[in-house]
């Protein structure tokens, strides 16, 4: 099943402003809630939000084996299953539907009225129920400042790390969508110097720039997939905000990982954008040295994509400044890579799971992903256009991740995810 | 809503062998699929298993507020999101039901032929939908074994063991249930004297003794659950063997966790056994120094449960052999104190979340958890009865973990998981 949606001379009878995330060409998949309080799963072009539900139901998808109901539904997970020729037949007839020239629903007042809605009448919901959450940590230059700041400088990174893409599982049910605000945690740290810990409020909440990928049903318990066919089982990306509380991951992580420093909240955009879409903007990864071991060795092309990313504080009650910009390139192990190294033991993957990159740094202090990061350990502060400053993110803090990718011809953008860190919970007194 | 299920002295019209696990007074619950390839919730009494999907719709359970096809599912979840009130009324239902002295299914024996099933008549299946898994490590003997194996014998605890219960997310999509086979991980190890990785069948495959518990939902995101509530939002317990692949865990953990060393299997037993039945065999857990941060310390009377617990290898066409006898009580941290770390950040915790001890062992050589600390890290083997010898598990072995509850009137059991390790896979030469 070709991809017909890609070209970028192709227009639409939907007005798109100029720098727009959401062209034609983009048509990624969403959840929301319409002005009738009814749950459907759309798609966006401009700022329209398209109810997929109302399209299928009014005819605009026959001749594409769907069941009835599948788009009536709160969550992709169900389409997401149906794999990638469904996807394609499904993005290609709306490429058609919205096409400048098409007037068969351009034209239909009737249709029009219970199929578009402008952006403000809907409220996005989180896309999809995720199964099992992975978070990889495969940015060598994210790896390579953490190993400076708390081990050696000399030996930042450690033994595994250039032949392994290390993940570890993180909590589904705190994933949010954009828009959701997310509190500052409780939690136990041991503060330097101290013998015992403390139990209060994390004193360094961070955000961490990342984006994932939602797969489809991949395999079954037991058999691996192999690192070359690993993208065909991949429906598309988010921005991700893999918050962290570093003040109780230091006291908590050794020897199993993060835990309540990561899981009281993470962030998601809420349109997935499909890897159909990203194609035009596919680049080579950084080189790998040493070379994997076999079963990580991608024979195939170009593997991973030219994603221009940023975020943004908003103090409460002033304006945005941009902390950083990186992109998706500078990560050292693939998607493909992850996956397959994620089923090599058999590990069965399920429509509606998300992996995570691990926090995107680049190479310069400008593109660090984390105020981690960008603070050195809250060694520096971080200049904000208002006049203040942070080292961490204070309480009512609004941070904003946004992505796009950009090229002579097109823009494909995620949105963004943007989400206000609210205090500490306080108990209501009995 | 008081428990009426647990009068040692009540009888049932159900034939119950002696030393069964499911005397009147247990009560589990668990998903079968019937002879008529239906699948229903149901419970067990002795050697049969009762439809409780064909109870319902025969009125048994009429004047409990329960919708029509509660146990019409191939999950528990929905019925465990219903909460502690109307489990407790099922339960005494079921115990009024199956009295001896109760005439009105008793009697009536086209209701019993849709009602009743023989265990070899149905298939068990995974009871619940498990959104998230997570793994604790709260048994002070198994955490200062690997200590000692591994780090210091004189500092074997890491110093936030005492004031933590340490934890860490795991994969719920590859929890099986039992008699579920199980393939040997694939995966990347560094041998000892080794300079580069290698990739290969692991050859360290392991049981873990573990006894799972299955919350209801529990808390809004943003809200801790106090630890002295804890416990009401927890509905059963079930056995669990947590597989792991030690010398993949070797290479992969540092530093965030064991990952492909545990994700390709762990294994459950079918019936989940509820708090109520197991009130009569609490007893106190192991006294705390340093004490606890006040969010962790529990008022409320006794805190664990006196739960036998054993392991039994089978190899191929071979006879058992009890290689560990260990016990639930011996646990440092109880299961309200992780469910309370668990949320203190706020985390959010749902009907059907699977919620793992982590290695029980006991105080003594022949209570430990683990083929890990049985071997003592493969200094040592095993002995079987067959004449054999095992330091880790081996192909075609099977694993068998059994649990109970006994005291002079009544024995509650939770039956078994058993588990085939099979070989690793063989992809099909195209």
Redesign the interface.
Known sequence: MPIKTNDPNKKTWIPVPENSDFPIQNIPFGVFLTRDDVITIGTRIGNHAIDLGALHQLGYFKDIPLTDDIFLQDTLNDFISDGQKTWRLVRNRISDIFDKDNGSLRDNDDHKKVVLFTMEEIEMQLPVLI??YTDF?SSKEHATNVGTMFRDPNNAL???WL??P?????????I?TSDTP??R????T?PAGAE??V?GP?KLVDFELEMAFITTDANV????IPVDEAEEYIFGMVLFNDWS?RD?QK??????????AK???SSISPWIVTMDALQPFKVDSPAQD?KP???LVQENGNKSYDIHLEVDIIPENSTATTVTKSNFKYMYWTMSQQLA??T???????SG?LMGSGTISGPTPDSYGSMLELSWGGKNTVPLNDGSTRKFIEDNDTVVIKGFCKNDAIRIGFGEVSTKL?PV?Q?KKK
Do not use: K
Not at 185 to 188: A, C, I, K, R
């Open positions: 199964g099992d940590y450690l033994p595994n032949h392994i290390v993940g570890y599982h993180g909590r589904s049910s705190s949010v997310v509190r945690p409780m939690g136990q041991m015992t810990p139990f994390s318990l037991g058999e691996p509380a109780i006291w908590e992580y050794v020897p199993l990982g993060p835990f309540l899981n009281f909240a040493p071991l076999p079963y190294h994620h090599i033991n058999g590990c069965n993957v399920n799971d609210l919970f108990a």
